[in-house]
């Protein structure tokens, strides 16, 4: 405003607050006659809203007039200095306090900074590196130039990371990292799908007709079996079309087929494959190399737990008192990194994923707990008399395991959190009546677990709280196996069935059932893997016992495949190419029918 508009405000705002006062002063008496006195108004009210209608009116008329005509910051604050002086009277001062709000109004809204003019790029970035994807969302629909910031492809690269999508590409893979996040989000949203509304293939691995099966194992698809025949068969679920090698055993040529020892125990990792056997050998192959063992080891006694590092080539066995964990020096010759002896016949073994320098597992034996490292002697973690161990589980910084109550007093079988870098007792979960039969702590997300009860229940533990989370009756005969993500729970039970379950809506999804107890259960985002292995290891002959006979005793391994648009990419349905010596399959609405099997 110039001086001229200044004194012309000033002018009409006097008259119309006198106006507004002899008004005031002539309804009084009548409105004292017709009601109740009311209690008077607090000064300056009345002129302060008749002011902002005069203020709101004289900023239309300023803001009709051409911008030349407008005052500039100087011209306004050297207008609030002459305003605060002259005025006398009370109705004056209240209108330069009005001015005065209002040029400081304006001067904020010149203060509000924009980054196209008063930042740099490069800064810019930095601070739009803390918002999640609906954050970048609305700041792109700012300005042109938010939008080109929050479009920048570091920004939509740093998302895909933190949340699990293509963790192993670089930057410079894709052109349009949005585009990758956006699909990626899809593929999520329809897996999702696909595993509440049961729909994908599945597949039953192809068996052996003269052996029972004794053990499976799994590790991100690729699937290892053992049998009574002594063979050991391997399966990479993540392509459809594969044959299941042979692992050969080295046994000597005179043995006849079937009179070699049982397979024990077997697992798997990404470059690795192990079998322990009931004669005590065992048995490393390297799959990248071929069929034929790498190493060969022999214990004096039958082994009782066999552990496979995840991330690395270590193994650990136990056989009667012994506890040895191999490991390839850096020639590639296997060696013992450490021997250890315990007191007790060896339950569990484990070992613990992330250790930097020295192979470290963890072996329960009894009523005692173990913890094993490669550069120390074994030191005892747990024991309580007469309170032995019913299952285990190790993280990178935790071991969790059940233990059994026993004696006069019983307090309740519990889960116990070891810390392993303090090596002491974190919490005590569960009291429940049944004995805890598996814990999986290791694929549960951060600060939960997952656990199963010969109560039938499966259990949610809060690490947080020491608290249940969520308790789901499960299995008529109890849990045999268990595993969760952020939110679905999949459980198997010793009467053979497969139970997936939506935690967060404490609601069964669908639910599968075989003959036998469900020994083993491994899912992915895409994949289920699960194994029915029988009590009764007795070998059946072909000649005797007709094949259907045969194939109800023998245990089934089903493989479940749920990114439909993977399967859709195959040029024909896997039903049309499958034959005795592949996998039989189809792809269907898993929740309307069974699979298809050729033989």
Not at 1 to 17: P, S
Not at 114 to 119: C, G, K, T, V, Y
Not at 127 to 150: E, M, N, P
Not at 375 to 392: E, F, I
Request: with cysteine.
């Amino acid at each position: 405003m110039d001086n001229h508009g200044l004194d012309e405000f000033r002018r009409r705002w006097q008259e119309e607050l006198a106006q507004a006062q002899a008004l005031r002063k002539r309804r009084r008496p009548e409105a004292a006659e017709r009601r109740p006195r009311r209690p008077e108004v607090a000064p300056g009210r009345g002129e302060q809203a008749s002011g902002y209608l005069a203020l709101a009116q004289g900023l239309l008329e300023g803001a009709s007039r051409p911008p030349a005509a407008r005052a500039t910051r100087a011209e306004r604050q050297d207008a609030a200095s002459r305003s605060r002086s002259p005025p006398a009277r009370d109705a004056a001062g209240g209108a330069e306090q009005l001015v005065d709000q209002l040029i400081r109004d304006l001067n904020e809204m010149d203060d509000v900074p924009f980054f196209d003019i008063q930042l740099p790029y490069e800064l810019a970035i930095n601070i739009f590196q803390y918002l999640d994807r609906k954050d970048l969302g609305r700041c792109a629909q700012v300005s042109k130039t938010w939008k080109v910031i929050a479009e920048d492809e570091v920004l939509w690269y740093r998302l895909c990371q933190q949340e699990g999508h293509l963790p192993e590409s670089s930057i410079s893979d894709y052109s349009c990292w949005k585009l990758i996040f956006q699909e990626c989000r899809a593929k999520e949203h329809m897996l999702r799908s696909n595993w509440k509304n049961r729909k994908g293939a599945v597949s039953e691995l192809e068996h052996i007709p003269d052996a029972v099966l004794c053990d499976v194992h799994s590790h991100d698809g690729v699937v290892i079996a053992g049998y009574t025949s002594g063979d050991v068969r391997v399966w990479d679920t993540r392509t459809w079309d594969y044959v299941a090698p042979f692992l050969d055993s080295e046994y000597e040529e005179e043995d006849e087929p079937g009179m070699q020892p049982y397979v024990s125990f077997v697992r798997i990792n990404s470059s690795l494959a192990v079998a322990a056997y009931e004669d005590g050998f065992l048995n490393i192959w390297d799959l990248r190399t071929g069929k034929y063992p790498i190493h060969r080891f022999e214990h004096d006694a039958r082994i009782q737990a066999l552990a496979l590092s995840q991330e690395d080539a270590t193994v650990a066995t136990a056989s009667a008192f012994d506890v040895v964990m191999l490991h390839p020096n850096e020639e590639g010759y296997w060696q013992i990194a450490a021997e250890f002896e315990v007191q007790k016949l060896v339950d569990y073994l484990e070992i613990v994923p992330d250790t930097e320098r020295y192979p470290v597992a963890v072996a329960t034996a009894g009523d005692l707990v173990y913890l094993l490292k490669a550069d120390d002697s074994a030191r005892t973690l747990h024991h309580v008399y007469g309170q032995p161990v019913t299952c285990l589980d190790v993280s990178a910084n935790q071991a969790a395991f059940g233990v059994k109550s026993l004696g006069w007093v019983h307090e309740g079988n519990k889960i116990l959190v070891y810390s392993l870098e303090a090596e002491r007792c974190l919490s005590k979960l569960g009291n429940a009546l049944g004995d805890f039969t598996c814990v999986n702590l290791r694929d549960s997300p951060p600060h939960l677990m997952v656990s199963g009860n010969m109560d039938r229940r499966v259990r949610i533990h809060d690490l947080r709280t020491n608290k249940i989370a969520l308790s789901l009756s499960a299995h008529q005969l109890g849990v045999s196996a268990v595993q969760m993500d952020d939110w679905k729970v999949v459980s198997g039970g010793e009467e053979g069935l497969v139970s997936v379950w939506d935690y967060r809506m404490n609601q069964k999804l669908w639910e599968v059932h075989s003959r036998h107890p469900v020994r083993h259960l491994a899912f992915t985002s895409h994949s289920l893997i699960t194994a029915n292995v029988p009590y009764d290891r007795v070998v059946r002959n072909a000649d005797l016992d007709n094949f259907a006979t045969h194939r109800r005793h023998r245990g089934l391994v089903h493989a479940y495949e749920f990114a439909m648009d993977r399967l859709a990419l195959q040029s024909a349905l896997p039903a049309c190419r499958s034959s005795c010596d592949t996998t039989a399959g189809n792809s269907y609405d898993l929740a309307l029918a069974f699979p298809y099997d050729s033989t």
